[in-house]
């Protein structure tokens, strides 16, 4: 089996435009959660979010590629810039062949349903323009990206919630470590903060009004976010090679499936999938420093996710860290854990653990150390990344420090 | 009528060239423009929506719908002629 090392990352967030300004603000425990400003924000109940702030797509891309790339793409393509260019890697021959974007996202092209619905629903026309379809798409974000960087290889797009991401970095993992491809681009990118976006998530009362508190007893809901995370994972020896500035490595990875409820997690399907992860790895326990929750600030995830810890981690799971970034740059659903494996490699590589900002107060049944409001210090060598979807399909990845 | 119809045809071709409308000319084919298949399904919405027309065009084989796209001039012409015909 081959290893796995990360060797690009980009991004683009409530938290900054880049990887690098995301990280500074994780480290600084910033909330990126503020009033949404959208069409129609005045007949939502919800209406606060992570979004986006001061994006301007016009000062990135020309009016054809406008055209072509709704919201999400746009996102996914910034990061990709970002990541593809840090790890120096250009694509020709064989490693292009190589080389594909696996890539995460639960809604795909949302802002485009979105506005085309409104036009013949709304506004009464009978005609949409020509590329609704190529714009909407779920795999258009790993499509542009393909083209803009001549990679040939596996592509695809996996769609599973709020795993999404973390299932598409998985696959990335595998396709590397079985020998299929020496580099991939992959990671996940959501843009979901539209009216009809926000309005389907209202329907099913698990949202904040006014913040997303993980752990904390009082919370009260998620929170909706937007952007993308994109990294190069590449082969290790691959890397080493042509002396590439190696970020982190990519460990371990499982999956499971609850099969129980298509919206309630289940404690037994997510701590399958965390020691799934480690047994992965070939880790004990003691080995985990800190854990990147899924940690969505719902009643139901928090007390479930930590209860999965501690019966995973017995008596270490009192000495390891878990905490939500969620709280931060909110929920990005199909691409939140793209932006939290930033989170796995500040802590990896600067020994600084993001905290879980908003925390008030304690809950006896997140009794774990959620690193409350303020960014921690500490040696870590391995982290894991939780993400557990509505329809109980549970993703988790394990990383190690280089 | 007819001139506004050819001056529109005429910036919506151009602008979806990205050429100066002076350099597109009723002999120009769109390949001549470098106007590829997604650039024109894109000219004829938008041709549709200026003149507030049905154009009859099939993208699967172009050559057998009912719409001349030889050249700019043969574009002109068909829209004066739906604008005529659906205007009625």
Redesign the interface.
Known sequence: MKRVVITGQGAINALGHSATATQRAMAEGKCGIGPLELRDVERLSIRIGGQVQGFVAEDHFNR?QI?LYDRFTQFALLAAKEAIAQSGLTFSGDLSAETGVVLGTAGGGVNTWDENYRTVYEDGKN?V???VVPKLMNNAAASHISMEYNLKGPSFTVATACSSSNHAMGQAFQLIRSGMSRAMVTGGTEAMLCFGGIKAWEGLRVMSKDACRPFSANRNGMVQGEGAAIFVFEEYEHAKARGAEILAEVVGFAMTSDASDIVMPSKQGAARAISGAMKDAGLNPEDVQYINAHGTGTAANDKTECAAVADVFGTHADNLMISSTKSMHGHLIGGTGAVELLACILALREGVVAPTVGYQEADPECALDVVPNEARDAKVDVVLSNAFAFGGLNAVLALRAM | MSNEVQDKVIEIIAEQAVLDVSDVTPESSLDDLGIDSLGLVESIFAIEEAFDIQVPFNANDPSESDFDISSVAAIIKAVEGLVAEQKQ
Do not use: I, L, S
């Open positions: 054809q055209a005609r323009h020509p590329f």
